[in-house]
């Protein structure tokens, strides 16, 4: 079963993100997360998740492109399994939208930390805090 979550970035007074299907609870999401930001850094990071992919099957660090796989998914050396039958750009997710393809969790990529929010409601989502999770730090999910 999917975990399914947003994967954005600050933007103006809010935050724009992507859509990602596997596994996104906070113990498998943050590690990823992290491994790809201490690896690349954020500005990579984002640019890769964010605005040269529009939607994610899923996350995985240690993925490896296989040109004979069918999935209708592009592996993207490094970073996952994006969704390869978008025929144009999708538009963000923004704060401001209630419809988040059911997602359970909303990671916010900021310079310095990501910050982590959990769903709430069924028609009208809305965003609880769960925790500011610093780069910086050994990540703790105790």
């Not at 490896?64 to 994006?82: F, I, K, L």
């Not at 025929?87 to 359970?104: I, K, L, R, V």
């Not at 709430?120 to 050994?138: A, K, L, N, P």
């Amino acid at each position: 079963m999917a975990t399914r979550c947003i994967i954005a970035e600050p933007y103006g007074d809010g935050w724009r993100g992507r859509y990602s299907h596997w596994d996104g609870a906070p113990h498998t999401k943050l590690p990823q997360l992290f491994t790809l930001v201490k690896r690349d850094g954020i500005e990579t990071v984002r640019k890769v998740l964010l605005h040269d992919n529009y939607s994610w099957s899923s996350i995985d660090p240690d993925a490896v492109a296989n040109p004979d796989s069918d999935s209708g998914w592009s592996v993207v050396a490094g970073y996952g399994e994006a969704h390869n039958d978008l025929e144009e750009p999708s538009d963000f997710f923004t704060q401001s939208d209630t419809d988040f393809a059911w997602a359970e969790y909303l990671y916010i990529l900021g310079d310095a930390s990501v910050l982590v929010f959990s769903a709430v409601g069924d028609e009208m989502i809305t965003w609880d805090f769960v925790g500011d999770y610093r780069y910086d730090s050994e990540l703790s999910l105790a």
